[in-house]
């Protein structure tokens, strides 16, 4: 079983309207969950994370955590077509972050 | 210079040569670490150090050779690399005891080749 699960896509969603991406996570004790955006030959960029179960909104951004389900998703509202890029799940837990392979997500215009 | 810079950006390299990845942060942070990423793959951690002592080795083969001077600087040099080693490398930085909150900041990469 993969430590973090993520469907690698690819997502598309029309311009205006909500991408939802998903990721599940196998080891229970893991603590923090970040999203991080990359886009095509650019480094990973952090855009948001969340420590306790519920929602977490950041703009157009929100994160979503249950821990009991070990789940965590990210919803982009009003999506762009600058949006699209990969989405790459990240958990830390036991002193280091684990990737998920990442979802790439489009945006059409 | 701000946050994360690495160079080279490219390098393309025989199996016989031996090069050198630079990672340089301006953010303060005291733990630096190199991450492998290839195609359809998740990024694969190879080597932490926590203030320059090296902590994590991923089981990464000996042709890969870390080296942390200081906190602000992480090399990894290169030598007798092999096709599949070509991917994007990732150095990232973070400040230990506060990583779990504010996760890695990661460099720009570098798009190595090998042939």
């Not at chain 2, 080296?67 to 090399?75: A, D, I």
Request: proline share 5%; hydrophobic share 30%.
């Amino acid at each position: 079983q993969k430590e973090v699960e993520q469907n690698s896509g690819p997502l598309s969603v029309p311009e205006g309207a909500i991408a939802s991406l998903n990721c599940t996570y196998s080891d229970r004790v893991s603590q923090s969950f970040f999203w991080y955006r990359q886009y095509s030959g650019k480094s990973p960029e952090l855009i948001m994370s969340i420590y306790s179960n519920g929602d977490k909104e950041d703009g157009r951004f929100t994160a979503q955590l249950n821990k009991a389900s070990q789940y965590v998703s990210l919803l982009i509202r009003d999506s762009q077509p600058s949006d699209s890029a990969t989405y790459l799940c990240a958990v830390f837990g036991n002193e280091k972050l684990t990737f998920g392979t990442g979802t790439r997500l489009t945006i059409i215009p | 210079e701000t946050g994360v810079t690495q160079t080279p950006r490219h390098l393309v390299m025989g199996m016989t040569n031996k090069k050198s990845l630079k990672c340089e942060q301006h953010l303060g942070h005291n733990a630096m670490y190199w991450y492998k990423q290839s195609a359809k793959k998740p990024l694969e951690l190879m080597f932490v150090y926590n203030f320059k002592e090296q902590t994590e080795n991923n089981s990464v083969p000996s042709r890969f050779s870390p080296e942390c001077p200081n906190s602000s600087h992480l090399f990894l040099h290169l030598h007798t690399l092999q096709p599949e080693d070509s991917a994007l490398y990732l150095c990232a930085s973070s400040q230990a005891g506060q990583r779990e909150y504010y996760g890695y900041t990661f460099g720009s990469g570098t798009r190595l080749t090998v042939v």
